[in-house]
Each structure stands twice: as structure tokens, then as C-alpha cells.
Nanobody, 126 residues
Framework: VQLQASGGGLVQPGGSLRLSCAAS????????IAWFRQAPGKEREWVAL????????YYADSVKGRFTISRDNAKKTAYLQMNRLKPEDTAVYYC????????????????????WGQGTQVTVSS
């Protein structure tokens, strides 16, 4: 299983970016997809999660109302639309995938995900 994250870059505060997570060698249909981020000197932090059934999405309080996670199983790709970006959103963003557990809302720890993308840098600065 390989995941390829892309779409990061430099953006001004208040701007937007859309991250993509493309999968190869697997059908995404069976997997929950999450985005995590890690700022320098900090632990990896859960950002958002989408179940294999498109209707269920979950967000960290810090991004709720600004970020939207989505997926296109036919394209084997998941997305993270990030709006109203803040300097504190600056981090390397990682996508992750794994078979969902029974209580999917608790899939917020990095250790619960086996498959990871390589990370894409997001910098929010004026």
C-alpha cells in the first residue's frame, strides 16, 4: 500500500489550500482515511478523519469549520480542503489509512494507522 500526499505550499493567513492523498495498490473503499500534522518540536496531531462510508467525518476542534475532508474512491484519492488558514496551521501534513475499527470516532491516534503518506509541507505566513 502506498499513499502519496501532495498540495502543500506557502499561503498567506486567511488563504486556502487543498491537499490530496492518492493511493496505489489498494482500493480505498475499505479504508478509513485520516490527516495528521506535525509542527517542528511537536507531536503528530490528528486533524480529520473520514470513514469508508462517505457520510461520516470527524474533525479536531482546532480545524472544525475551516477544514473539510472528503474522498473519491473511484479516483483512489482523499482530500483535505483547508480554508481560513492560520499561522498555527503550519506543519507537515500526513495522510494515513487503515481498516476502520468498530468505534471509528476514536481513530485519532497515529498508532492506529498502518499506512502513511510521505508528508507535504504547509506554511502559513505573510
Amino acid at each position: 500500500v502506498q499513499l502519496q500526499a501532495s498540495g502543500g505550499g506557502l499561503v498567506q493567513p486567511g488563504g486556502s489550500l487543498r491537499l490530496s492523498c492518492a493511493a496505489s495498490a489498494i482500493a480505498l473503499d475499505y479504508y478509513a482515511i485520516a490527516w495528521f500534522r506535525q509542527a517542528p518540536g511537536k507531536e503528530r496531531e490528528w486533524v480529520a478523519l473520514i470513514s469508508k462510508n462517505i457520510g461520516s467525518t470527524y474533525y479536531a476542534d482546532s480545524v472544525k469549520g475551516r477544514f473539510t475532508i472528503s474522498r473519491d474512491n473511484a479516483k483512489k484519492t482523499a482530500y483535505l480542503q483547508m480554508n481560513r488558514l492560520k499561522p498555527e496551521d503550519t506543519a507537515v501534513y500526513y495522510c494515513a489509512a487503515d481498516i476502520p475499527i468498530a468505534n471509528i470516532a476514536t481513530m485519532t491516534r497515529p498508532g492506529l494507522f498502518e499506512y502513511w503518506g510521505q508528508g507535504t509541507q504547509v506554511t502559513v505566513s505573510s
